[in-house]
């Protein structure tokens, strides 16, 4: 099965500024590839899909890209509330497996 | 809306059984997939199987496949899943979710399964 390796495990970030996070494939996953958002005592939401796509509810501070191996998610200009757990998720091949997760927090 | 309504927080013995739901509402719920997924205690999230409500195709992760049972009744909206015999290592939140290409776009509340001797 395809192994997603997310990095950093825990990335401190002071609100206002731009946090980067980043997905890795151990093969091609195209472009299938999805983000979630989790904050603590919540299921989790689905934040994009297709790699580059919003979902429904999220505003344009949060974008996603990336193809084939290396995804990155870019959070602008953060702000309260989007401190969370992140995971990625590649949807090309079965079973369908996620990353090990981001947890963005306050610096 | 769509939303999917799973059942309530569960307590039991090593050995047990148990079989927990997820009701779905707000769209026609028989054309869609349904997954679960678990989140063990300070872990990260784990794909277990989906169920096509319509006529009940399952499919499971490979790491899940004769761990846990994935069934649906689509007469009720409901899907369900079920442990024969439960470990203390089944001790997790699972959640259920409507799927749109292997993407899980509506999440369930999520089950606590404590199991404890």
């Known amino acids: 099965e395809i192994v997603m390796t997310q990095s950093p495990a825990t990335l401190s970030v002071s609100p206002g500024e731009r946090a980067t996070l980043s997905c890795r494939a151990s093969?091609?996953?195209?472009?299938?590839l999805a983000w979630y958002q989790q904050k603590p005592g919540q299921a989790p939401r689905l934040l994009i899909f297709a790699a580059s796509t919003r979902a429904t509810g999220f505003p344009a501070r949060f974008g996603g890209s990336g193809s084939r191996t290396e995804f990155t998610l870019t959070i602008s200009s953060l702000q309260s509330e989007d401190f969370a757990v992140y995971y990625c998720q590649q949807y090309n091949d079965w079973p369908p497996t996620f990353g090990q997760g981001t947890k963005l927090e306050i610096k | 809306e769509v939303q999917l309504v799973q059942s309530g927080a569960e307590v039991k013995k090593p050995g047990e059984s148990l079989k927990i739901s997820c009701r779905g509402s707000g769209y026609s719920f028989p054309n869609y997939w349904i997954g679960w997924v678990r989140r063990m205690p300070g872990k990260g999230l784990e794909w277990m199987g989906i169920?096509?409500?319509?006529?009940?195709?399952?499919r499971y992760s490979p790491s899940f496949q004769g761990q846990v049972s994935i069934s649906a009744d689509k007469s009720t909206h409901t899907a369900y899943l079920q442990w024969s015999s439960l470990k203390a290592s089944d001790t997790a939140m699972y959640y259920c979710?409507?799927?749109?290409?292997?993407?899980?776009?509506?999440w369930g509340q999520g089950t606590l399964v404590t199991v404890s001797s």
């Open positions: 169920i096509y409500l319509g006529d009940s195709d399952t």
């Open positions: 979710a409507r799927l749109r290409d292997n993407i899980l776009a509506h």
């Open positions: 093969q091609s996953v195209r472009s299938s």
